[in-house]
């Protein structure tokens, strides 16, 4: 009996490890087949923010839309993060009011190409009334105007091996977002805020607008956008500058 | 007539029938774990917290306009913790929520929260949850299933205070408010959520500080014992009548 039992609740145990085990290859498998892996999977901390980043496209595979609000909700204060850049090369584009400012969009596209803000608003223009919460804790509504940046990228031909989007900016600043969140209708390239010309403190004269992560996401001050198929040799290849300060490249939290 | 009956109810290993399970691998394993993910969520928590100590109903909110309430906390922003922080407080978001999916699955299909934890029709009258709110000192029968007001605590933790948490932190995601929009707008906007994750923080804190106190005032090692072990203590006792009772 005792021998049967203990041969029992071996072959269980057993089988049990062989499905966890397998089970595992498995969904490691996929979640690379499907790209649900984020940058900053390794170390510790990587686990979960796996798990974060491929329940949230898995979650929100239906193209889901951030939450929109009422004109009435556009928040009266809206907080100021941050200086805006100081380096020569912006200070030159902001006292010539941006008419010199150009967006270069390179990379794995069919036809590399400069937008200045004029070209931008050549697309057709969009609005969102939507929120943005800082990681820090404090959150505001506004409006956002601009492009949608997939109408750009479609317009220089984003090759089908692409999967990421890199951004650059004059600040210290650099990020970058999947294709799913690259091409998502309220991922702008705002170039208005609250009804004006972009403010100065807002990112003027172009901002990135992500509206289904958190604020840091969101990059201002924008001078130019890669289009790569892997996240090496840029930076320290975690995608962003946020990973290396402790901030999960992945923001929708 | 009662002590009996949930006596009967204590789950007898078939190996050492004087010395029985007080608690099941199950509870004792996931207890554990959660109780090192809550500490650990906690104080990953406080760094979040300290990056902006104020709260705020609604939408939105901001250091500019005005509050719900200022916490007597300073603003610090140049803490090493504050990156890790975050990575820190959603590796063990993980942790606890698939501990308690499990806990919870468990509970279910064991009955273990029908049995040990769902008050008896008999315990729910005011004399006995008075009686065991003054802490009288339970006979060791009654020492050996949970109370009334044992049972009703640790349901309120189970299945308002854990789920609530767990809500109010999906509340706060944008990416998980573009899918159910409700879990935010149900509660008054994403700034009353992070307001109810607070309080649920302090009511998750104020339970854990009355638990581990009723621990050390019931006996520390033959409290905490029985949660590593399962065993009721570490030597097999003197058989007591009432496992001769359950025939084994």
């Given at each position: 009996m005792s021998v049967l039992l203990t041969r029992r609740k071996l072959i269980t145990t057993g089988l049990a490890a062989a499905a966890g085990a397998s089970g595992l290859g498995v969904a490691a498998y996929l979640a690379k087949r499907y790209n649900?892996?984020?940058?900053?999977?390794?170390?510790?901390y990587g686990v979960g923010e796996t798990l974060t980043y491929a329940a949230h496209r898995v979650l929100t595979s239906g193209h889901s839309l951030a939450r929109e609000f009422d004109r009435?909700?556009?928040?009266k204060v809206i907080p100021v993060n941050g200086k805006h850049p100081e380096v020569d090369a912006y200070q030159r584009l902001l006292a010539g009011g941006f008419a010199d400012w150009k967006l270069t969009i390179d990379g794995l596209v069919d036809r590399p190409s400069s937008f200045s803000v004029a070209d931008l608003k050549r697309f057709p223009s969009h609005s969102q009334i939507t929120h943005q919460a800082c990681e820090e804790g404090w959150s505001f509504i506004a409006e956002w105007r601009g492009a949608r940046l997939s109408d750009v990228l479609h317009s220089v031909g984003v090759q089908p091996q692409a999967k990421w989007v890199f951004f650059f900016t004059f600040d210290k600043w650099w990020d970058s977002l999947d294709i799913p969140d690259a091409l998502h209708p309220q991922t702008f390239l705002a170039y208005g805020m609250n009804g004006q010309e972009m403010p100065l403190d807002h990112g003027a004269p172009v901002r990135l607008k992500v509206?289904?992560?958190?604020?840091?996401?969101?990059?201002?001050?924008l001078s130019r956008i890669t289009v790569t198929?892997?996240?090496?040799?840029?930076?320290?290849?975690?995608?962003?500058?946020s990973p290396g300060a402790g901030y999960s490249w992945y923001a929708g939290i | 007539m009662a002590e009996a009956a949930h006596l009967r109810e204590i789950p007898i290993a078939e190996a050492d029938a004087s010395n029985p399970p007080r608690h099941s691998a199950v509870v004792r394993i996931t207890h554990w774990i959660t109780a090192v993910s809550v500490f650990v969520l906690l104080l990953s928590g406080i760094a979040i917290l300290l990056a902006h100590p104020r709260l705020y109903w609604g939408e939105t909110g901001a250091r500019e306009g005005p509050s719900l309430i200022d916490l007597p906390l300073p603003f610090v922003l140049?803490?090493?913790?504050?990156?890790p922080g975050r990575y820190l407080h959603f590796t063990f978001a993980w942790v606890c929520v698939l501990t308690g999916l499990f806990y919870g699955l468990f509970g279910l299909f064991s009955r273990h929260f029908r049995k040990h934890l769902l008050p008896t029709r008999n315990s729910l009258s005011w004399r006995l949850i008075s009686r065991h709110l003054r802490l009288t000192r339970p006979t060791e029968e009654e020492a050996l299933s949970y109370n009334v007001v044992q049972r009703l605590s640790y349901l309120g933790v189970v299945f308002v205070l854990f789920p609530l948490i767990i809500w109010t932190g999906l509340a706060m995601s944008p990416a998980v408010t573009s899918v159910f929009p409700w879990l935010a707008t149900v509660l008054g906007g994403q700034q009353s959520a992070r307001t109810i994750h607070f309080f649920t923080t302090i009511a998750i804190v104020l339970f854990v500080l009355v638990h581990v106190a009723m621990v050390f005032r019931a006996g520390f090692a033959s409290r905490t014992w029985p949660m590593i072990t399962?065993?009721?203590?570490a030597r097999p006792r003197s058989k007591p009548s009432h496992n001769e009772e359950e025939g084994s």
């Amino acid at each position: 009996m005792s021998v049967l039992l203990t041969r029992r609740k071996l072959i269980t145990t057993g089988l049990a490890a062989a499905a966890g085990a397998s089970g595992l290859g498995v969904a490691a498998y996929l979640a690379k087949r499907y790209n649900l892996i984020p940058p900053d999977h390794g170390g510790i901390y990587g686990v979960g923010e796996t798990l974060t980043y491929a329940a949230h496209r898995v979650l929100t595979s239906g193209h889901s839309l951030a939450r929109e609000f009422d004109r009435s909700q556009i928040s009266k204060v809206i907080p100021v993060n941050g200086k805006h850049p100081e380096v020569d090369a912006y200070q030159r584009l902001l006292a010539g009011g941006f008419a010199d400012w150009k967006l270069t969009i390179d990379g794995l596209v069919d036809r590399p190409s400069s937008f200045s803000v004029a070209d931008l608003k050549r697309f057709p223009s969009h609005s969102q009334i939507t929120h943005q919460a800082c990681e820090e804790g404090w959150s505001f509504i506004a409006e956002w105007r601009g492009a949608r940046l997939s109408d750009v990228l479609h317009s220089v031909g984003v090759q089908p091996q692409a999967k990421w989007v890199f951004f650059f900016t004059f600040d210290k600043w650099w990020d970058s977002l999947d294709i799913p969140d690259a091409l998502h209708p309220q991922t702008f390239l705002a170039y208005g805020m609250n009804g004006q010309e972009m403010p100065l403190d807002h990112g003027a004269p172009v901002r990135l607008k992500v509206a289904r992560q958190l604020g840091y996401k969101s990059l201002k001050y924008l001078s130019r956008i890669t289009v790569t198929d892997t996240m090496k040799n840029i930076g320290d290849g975690l995608g962003s500058g946020s990973p290396g300060a402790g901030y999960s490249w992945y923001a929708g939290i | 007539m009662a002590e009996a009956a949930h006596l009967r109810e204590i789950p007898i290993a078939e190996a050492d029938a004087s010395n029985p399970p007080r608690h099941s691998a199950v509870v004792r394993i996931t207890h554990w774990i959660t109780a090192v993910s809550v500490f650990v969520l906690l104080l990953s928590g406080i760094a979040i917290l300290l990056a902006h100590p104020r709260l705020y109903w609604g939408e939105t909110g901001a250091r500019e306009g005005p509050s719900l309430i200022d916490l007597p906390l300073p603003f610090v922003l140049d803490v090493p913790i504050r990156g890790p922080g975050r990575y820190l407080h959603f590796t063990f978001a993980w942790v606890c929520v698939l501990t308690g999916l499990f806990y919870g699955l468990f509970g279910l299909f064991s009955r273990h929260f029908r049995k040990h934890l769902l008050p008896t029709r008999n315990s729910l009258s005011w004399r006995l949850i008075s009686r065991h709110l003054r802490l009288t000192r339970p006979t060791e029968e009654e020492a050996l299933s949970y109370n009334v007001v044992q049972r009703l605590s640790y349901l309120g933790v189970v299945f308002v205070l854990f789920p609530l948490i767990i809500w109010t932190g999906l509340a706060m995601s944008p990416a998980v408010t573009s899918v159910f929009p409700w879990l935010a707008t149900v509660l008054g906007g994403q700034q009353s959520a992070r307001t109810i994750h607070f309080f649920t923080t302090i009511a998750i804190v104020l339970f854990v500080l009355v638990h581990v106190a009723m621990v050390f005032r019931a006996g520390f090692a033959s409290r905490t014992w029985p949660m590593i072990t399962g065993r009721l203590s570490a030597r097999p006792r003197s058989k007591p009548s009432h496992n001769e009772e359950e025939g084994s």
